[in-house]
């Protein structure tokens, strides 16, 4: 890339990260009580998933520290909406599943952005979201190699 483009990829991680802000606001403002993004994050891949994952694989999935996902994790078994318990081939090793009231949670969640989620992309219309997906979801890839 020259050196004259630059302004442009500036521009461009100007948008990402305004618009990233924007949208964890949004999100915070709309999700049950007591619920944090990250909350939200975790059950929902568990519920996606389906079955347990461990801590070290929760962590990996969401780019963050294991002190990062266990802090979260804690959390969410301190309100009833994970199990976690050790994992019965390694003893050093803990399993995470979502409990009956983690669905519930996720769903009750889910249920109070799909509102903002589903304006917005009205707004966009889908065309620009099939523009713009493989070019987000590129970049991703493109910056999860490099981590």
């Known amino acids: ?10 521009a461009l991680f100007s948008e990402l990260l305004t618009a990233d802000q924007l949208v964890r606001n949004r999100l915070s403002r709309v999700l049950p009580k007591g619920m944090e993004i990250s909350h939200f994050s975790v059950l929902n891949h ?3 998933a389906g079955g347990e994952r461990s801590p070290a694989q ?8 294991r002190g990062a996902m266990t802090n979260t994790l804690g959390k969410l078994e301190w309100a009833g909406y994970v199990h976690i318990r050790p994992d019965w ?28 989620i589903t304006e917005m992309a009205e707004e966009l219309g889908e065309e620009k979201l099939r523009a713009i997906l493989p070019i987000l979801r590129e970049m991703r890839l493109k910056l999860e190699d490099e981590g």
């Open 1 to 10: 890339m020259s050196d004259a483009a630059s302004p442009l990829a500036i």
């Open 46 to 48: 568990l519920a996606r």
């Open 58 to 65: 929760l962590a990996k999935s969401f780019h963050v520290t």
């Open 89 to 116: 081939d390694d003893a050093r090793r803990k399993m995470v599943a979502i409990s009956p009231a983690g669905r519930q949670a996720r769903d009750a969640a889910l249920s109070a952005i799909s509102p903002m």
